[in-house]
Nanobody, 121 residues
Framework: QVQLVESGGGLAQPGGSLRLSCAAS??????MGWYRQAPGKERELVATISSGGTTNYADSVKGRFTISRDNAKNTAYLEMNSLKPEDTAVYYC?????????????????WGQGTQVTVSS
């Protein structure tokens, strides 16, 4: 049984930074991803990363967000810089996809509980 636990969300000012972590317990995870969901909107892809470190980003976060992982710790990270108010959402960690780049929510077997990120002055 795989469990994903996110941490690191909170309040940031526009232009600020936050770092999210996703710790996976149980079996090692192949593709991991970060998604987000704003109120009244569908869950959308933020970034994905393969076990080998290949990455894929949504156009809206390219150049601002960086996804990484530590396979020894079974943990993925999302470094978010130059935050904008439109980045405000609940951010979810996803794992267990066996295809690449695994852009669809249905590609993943496991989800975290989500962590709130609010960007506001």
């Amino acid at each position: 049984q795989v469990q994903l636990v996110e941490s690191g969300g909170g309040l940031a000012q526009p232009g600020g930074s936050l770092r999210l972590s996703c710790a996976a317990s149980g079996n090692s995870i192949n593709v991991m991803g970060w998604y987000r969901q704003a109120p009244g909107k569908e869950r959308e892809l933020v970034a994905t990363i393969s076990s080998g470190g290949t990455t894929n980003y949504a156009d809206s976060v390219k150049g601002r967000f960086t996804i990484s992982r530590d396979n020894a710790k079974n943990t993925a990270y999302l470094e978010m810089n130059s935050l904008k108010p439109e980045d405000t959402a609940v951010y979810y960690c996803a794992g267990g996809a066996t295809i690449w780049p695994a852009r669809r929510t249905g590609d993943y077997d496991h989800w975290g509980q989500g962590t709130q990120v609010t960007v506001s002055s």
